[in-house]
């Protein structure tokens, strides 16, 4: 969790997508140490919402990849 690809979008350029649902911008940090790119999300607790159905899940996450030789990060989205 959560779901991802990885596309390969050139010969030495991939992308990498997250299903994010139910998280903003500002609910998502992305860093890059050394090779390691990690995105971790986090939602700032809101006044509990009576749900009739929840089918987006509200817990957080840290998802890692390890990025090969030659592959720089030119943005996030």
């Given at each position: 969790?959560?779901?991802y690809?990885?596309?390969?979008?050139?010969?030495?350029?991939?992308?990498?997508?997250?299903?994010?649902?139910?998280?903003?911008?500002?609910?998502?940090?992305?860093?890059?140490?050394?090779?390691?790119?990690?995105?971790?999300?986090?939602?700032?607790?809101?006044?509990?919402?009576?749900?009739l159905?929840?089918?987006?899940?509200?817990?957080?996450?840290?998802?890692?990849?390890?990025?090969?030789d030659?592959?720089?990060?030119?943005?996030?989205?």
């Amino acid at each position: 969790y959560p779901p991802y690809n990885v596309e390969q979008i050139g010969d030495n350029a991939v992308r990498i997508t997250l299903a994010v649902a139910g998280f903003s911008p500002s609910d998502l940090t992305i860093t890059l140490e050394g090779r390691q790119l990690t995105i971790a999300g986090k939602r700032e607790s809101v006044a509990e919402q009576a749900f009739l159905h929840r089918g987006i899940a509200a817990r957080g996450f840290v998802r890692s990849f390890v990025l090969a030789d030659g592959l720089d990060v030119e943005g996030a989205l």
